[in-house]
C-alpha cells in the first residue's frame, strides 16, 4: 500500500524554523517526483514545492510566497522527503501535506499523506 | 485570489445533477495544460477525483465526470448522494512549472 506520513509540524514563532519529513513507503521513492502542498484554515490548496527524482536532475521548484526561505530535499536511502522552513511568517501557518507527484507537462497530485499542522504565532 | 476560480458553493438534492466549473486564462487551461480535480471529505486530505480533464482513477465511481473547452473546465457529479458532500478543487499548470489550484468549492447536498 503506497503511504505517506509526515511529521514535525508544531508551534513556531514568526522568524523561526522549523523542518518537515515526510515516510515514503509501498512504491519506489527514488523514482517518485514529490511536491509539498499547503492548505491554510478555513482556505483553500496552495502548491508550495516539487523536487524531481534524482534521475530527472533532483532540482526543485518553488511557489512565489516561498521562493528563498524553504527548501525542499531527499533521502532516498531513507525514502523521505524534508521540507526546510525558514523566516517564517504568520501567514505559513497552515497543514502541510506531501504528495507524490506525476504526470508529463502537467501535475497530478497522485498520493497524499494525512498532513501535518504548522502554527506560526508568537 | 486564487488564479483559477471556483464557485465558493453548489448545492443539489440527492440524485441530481450538478456541476462546478473552473474558469482560467491562456496562459495555464488555456494554454493547453489538463486540469485534474479533488475531492476533500471533511477533516480529511485531498484524494484525487478526475485526471487528465476527464480520466477516473481507479475506485472512482463513473457518476464523477469531467470536461475541459478553451480557458475552463467542469466537475459533473450525477445522482448526487450524501457522502458527495465535500469541498472539490479544480488544478492545472502553467508555464512557469507552477502547480495551480483553484479556490475550491463547497458542495452541500440538501
Known amino acids: 500500500e503506497v503511504q505517506l506520513v509526515e511529521s514535525g509540524g508544531g508551534l513556531v514563532k514568526p522568524g523561526g524554523s522549523l523542518r518537515l519529513s515526510c515516510a515514503a513507503s509501498?512504491?519506489?521513492?527514488?523514482?517518485?517526483?514529490m511536491s509539498w502542498v499547503r492548505q491554510a484554515p478555513g482556505k483553500g490548496l496552495e502548491w508550495v514545492g516539487r523536487?524531481?527524482?534524482?534521475?530527472?536532475?533532483?532540482?526543485?521548484d518553488y511557489a512565489a510566497p516561498v521562493k528563498g526561505r524553504f527548501t525542499i530535499s531527499r533521502d532516498d536511502s531513507k525514502n523521505t522527503l524534508y521540507l526546510q522552513m525558514n523566516s517564517l511568517k504568520t501567514e505559513d501557518t497552515a497543514v502541510y501535506y506531501c504528495?507524490?507527484?506525476?504526470?508529463?507537462?502537467?501535475?497530478?497530485?497522485?498520493?497524499w499523506g494525512q498532513g501535518t499542522l504548522v502554527t506560526v504565532s508568537s | 485570489q486564487s488564479v483559477l476560480t471556483q464557485p465558493p458553493s453548489v448545492s443539489g438534492a440527492p440524485g441530481q445533477r450538478v456541476t462546478i466549473s473552473c474558469t482560467g486564462s491562456?496562459?495555464?487551461?488555456?494554454?493547453?495544460?489538463?486540469v485534474h480535480w479533488y475531492q476533500q471529505l471533511p477533516g480529511t486530505a485531498p484524494k484525487l477525483l478526475i485526471y487528465?480533464?476527464?480520466n477516473r482513477p481507479s475506485g472512482v465511481p463513473d457518476r464523477f465526470s469531467g470536461s475541459k473547452s478553451g480557458t475552463s473546465a467542469s466537475l459533473a457529479i450525477t445522482g448526487l448522494q450524501a457522502e458527495d458532500e465535500a469541498d472539490y478543487y479544480c488544478?492545472?499548470?502553467?508555464?512557469?512549472?507552477?502547480?495551480?489550484f483553484g479556490g475550491g468549492t463547497k458542495l452541500t447536498v440538501l
Open positions: 509501498g512504491f519506489t521513492f527514488s523514482n517518485a517526483w
Open positions: 523536487i524531481k527524482s534524482k534521475t530527472d536532475g533532483g532540482t526543485t
Open positions: 504528495t507524490t507527484e506525476v504526470g508529463v507537462v502537467t501535475a497530478i497530485f497522485l498520493t
Open positions: 487528465g480533464n476527464s
Open positions: 491562456s496562459s495555464n487551461i488555456g494554454a493547453g495544460y489538463d
Open positions: 488544478q492545472s499548470y502553467d508555464s512557469s512549472l507552477s502547480a495551480l
